[in-house]
């Protein structure tokens, strides 16, 4: 026989052991795939394709988040959140919440900090943002929290501000008198955040 004949036949014959191997995997496979959904059946609801594991990651992600337009809502004591209308009263709205809020949980000597950066959170949001806004108080780890929520993803930009200028200080305000402020991209847009420690004694003077 011709040598040709001969890798050719051996060639043929490694194809069949190939696929034979490959049926019995895949096959094997299906065997524990049946056996799993007998155990669980909830299993074979498990999303498969792209757009499915996708909507779940999203619908898991938008699970925790309050919508803009919900009430007032306390998740626990030390929590408090407010829907906030695009309004130019919304700065104002925004320094009576949280000064009656601290008043309940009595820490009024972080109002006046407090009052001070909320208002500007507000009103840059107020400004260059469009949609809804979300105001969020909460206490954690003996610091004071928080965020104004909006529809824009993009983060704040820090400009120099002259001397003369009525506004542009947000960012130095922040700096000054937060222990730590930032921004944190979230599905819905951003929330911009500052904390403070609960500890009055620690507190810079205004």
Known sequence: MAPGAIDLLATTRR???ARFYRRREQSGHEDAANRAQEKDPSS???PTSWIA????????ALQPIRPFDAPRAC?????????LSRELTSARRARQLVTAQLGEWDLEGLADTAELLVSELVTN???HTCGPLRLNVCVRDSRLRCEVEDTDPAGPV?????TDAESGRGTELLDLLA???GSRRMPTGKTMWFEIPTDTSSQFLL
């Open 15 to 17: 194809g069949r052991f």
């Open 44 to 46: 074979a609801a498990v």
């Open 53 to 60: 594991r996708n909507q779940a990651l999203w619908s898991r």
């Open 75 to 83: 998740v626990t004591p030390w929590d408090a959140s407010w829907p």
């Open 125 to 127: 949001a107020l400004r």
């Open 158 to 162: 820090r400009r120099e501000a002259d």
């Open 179 to 181: 222990e730590a402020w």
